[in-house]
């Protein structure tokens, strides 16, 4: 049964968020420090929570589905060692992943592959598009598509149906650098340092 979401409600896994269709909608999913790695759905208002610079956060852009499949948080004594699993369904994400330890890992599922991301800015679409602003990924693509494990430096897309990497439209850069400002912005509480 769907329900609403609400600022600040804890997402577990086997939650699938799914968001409007109209245009400008968007939800998005903060990783908040508890005992384990837990996202919490946040909206425009960022009021009720206090972010923190170490958390990661994925924007659902409107018309996507989203499953959380798996997040594990487990510490070590000299790391803190995490698991996180999406699959993407339908649509388009942004993300903004912190430096991870080397044993963690960070996958998001599409239709037709699968993307690992490493400490990253980037932007997926269910389509088989994934850009890197900073850091890098990789996928694999099974039968249909072209078959790739190939890592994306930031600055660089790979496009699944043509297997084609390719620098990043200006625009499409231009809208990753403004939103993780605003992530950063938001995380900080005031405007990130320029320079």
Request: proline fraction near 4%; aromatic fraction near 6%.
């Amino acid at each position: 049964m769907w329900q609403p979401l609400r600022t600040g409600i804890v997402i577990k896994s086997g939650t699938i968020i799914q968001t409007a269709a109209e245009k400008g909608s968007y939800v998005d999913l903060v990783w908040v420090k508890a005992r384990r790695s837990t996202p919490s759905a946040h909206r425009s208002d960022t009021r009720s929570y206090t972010p923190s610079a170490d958390q990661n956060i994925v924007r659902l852009y409107e018309n996507t589905i989203l499953q959380v499949d798996k997040l594990t948080s487990m510490e070590t004594g000299a790391d803190t060692v995490t698991e996180t699993q999406l699959d993407l369904q339908r649509g388009r994400i942004f993300g903004n992943v912190k430096k991870m330890s080397a044993a963690s890992k960070y996958e998001v599922k599409l239709p037709n592959g699968v993307a690992g991301i490493r400490g990253t800015i980037y932007t997926l679409s269910a389509e088989g598009v994934v850009q890197v602003l900073v850091g890098s990924a990789s996928s694999r693509m099974l039968a249909g598509w072209h078959r790739s494990h190939t890592g994306r430096h930031g600055g660089q897309q790979f496009m699944a149906r043509t297997g084609q990497i390719t620098a990043i439209p200006n625009y499409n850069q231009g809208e990753m650098v403004r939103l993780a400002r605003k992530c950063v912005s938001a995380q900080y509480g005031r405007q990130p340092p320029t320079g």
